[in-house]
């Protein structure tokens, strides 16, 4: 049986495993992560493969490639990892260095274009060649499938709609910046930042944790919405808005007849009812498959991304 190695970088964990052709995770171990430059990260990557290698193992014979899903901007055809963020220039040839390393043929992707692959090749792509996926988790970035391949851009660097301003107005500045992308609003730091900004303007029963150590809970503020708390209810109006509109204008953009949304904001019933009650059925009507939630297991979507990268897909 072929396998792949995929490995899922993520800003607290990284996630190695084990999947075959068809999409079955066949076994994986979670490694702590938290690292702050390219070369950092690297030296995580190295450790937990040694270990991944020595205490848990190859299923069947040596996978027949390996790839990782990576945050920032990826150059796939070379295995260049450009950059983390938009403020480090310090690129390395990461998908060459693992192959070394391993015996392994690497490849690399970005997080959020590894899972648009993943949607691909087990999820929504099995009936759509012309989808838009949608990842609201810590940021927003989307995935641009336009008949059946994805949009890559001059600079590796398309599908960085989270920067786009979606007519919600709390004046919010953004890293990128501008004000009030709709990062800033919707995503799980934006919620975080905008109850922060507004929590003298409305009355609330939200906890606050120490700022800049640990986010409020975006759990919470729709629980407390729910309930009419006047802040929270405030915090998912805007975001539901805000996600709704960044959906409309993808679809004037590419003309997709599916919208896939992922991240754990999305997949929460209720907020994913209040950005389906803000979409204009006009401008939805070419979207014919809907918007739906992904149907890939969204704790190991990005390892799944992974192997999708590994596989070349
Ligand atoms: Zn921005």
């Known amino acids: 049986m072929e396998t792949y190695l995929g490995l899922d970088l993520g800003g607290t964990k990284l996630l190695i495993g084990e999947v075959d052709a068809y999409g079955n995770i066949l076994r994986y171990k979670r ?3 938290g690292f702050f430059n390219q070369k950092a990260a690297f030296d995580i990557i190295r450790r937990s493969m040694d270990d991944y290698v020595a205490n848990v193992g190859w299923v069947g014979e040596k996978p027949v490639a390996m ?3 990576l945050i920032g901007r990826v150059d796939p055809n070379r ?3 450009l950059q983390i963020d938009p403020h480090r220039t310090e690129s390395i040839a990461l998908a060459d260095e693992l192959t070394a390393l391993y015996g392994i043929p690497c490849r690399i992707d970005n997080d959020v274009k590894s899972a648009t692959r993943a949607e691909r090749v087990w999820g929504v792509g099995q009936f759509s060649k012309d989808f838009v996926y949608i990842n609201v988790g810590t940021g927003i970035a ?3 499938v336009v008949g059946g391949r994805q949009i890559r851009g001059s600079h590796f660097n398309a599908g960085e709609a989270g920067h786009m301003r979606v ?4 004046g919010v500045p953004c890293a990128c910046g501008r004000t009030d992308c709709v990062e800033t609003i919707a995503s799980g730091s934006g919620i975080d930042r905008c109850a922060r900004l507004l929590k003298d303007r ?5 906890t606050f944790p120490p700022e800049g150590e640990k986010r409020v809970s975006v759990e919470e503020v729709v629980t407390l919405s729910q309930a009419g708390d006047p802040l929270c209810s405030v915090l998912v ?6 996600i709704a509109n960044l959906i409309m204008n993808m679809v004037r953009v590419t003309d997709p ?13 209720y907020v994913f009812e209040r950005i389906q009650a803000c979409l204009n059925q006009n401008t939805m009507r070419f979207v014919t498959h809907g918007v739906v939630l992904t149907k890939l297991n969204p704790q190991f979507v990005g390892l799944l991304g992974a192997a999708a990268v590994a596989m070349n897909k």
């Open 31 to 33: 490694y702590d992560s």
């Open 67 to 69: 790839g990782v899903g």
């Open 79 to 81: 295995g260049i990892w």
């Open 142 to 144: 989307v995935g641009t």
């Open 167 to 170: 007519g919600v107005n709390v």
């Open 202 to 206: 409305y009355e609330t029963r939200l």
């Open 237 to 242: 109006t805007n975001a539901a808005e805000g």
């Open 257 to 269: 007849d599916t919208v896939v949304l992922g991240g754990s904001i999305v997949a929460n019933e």
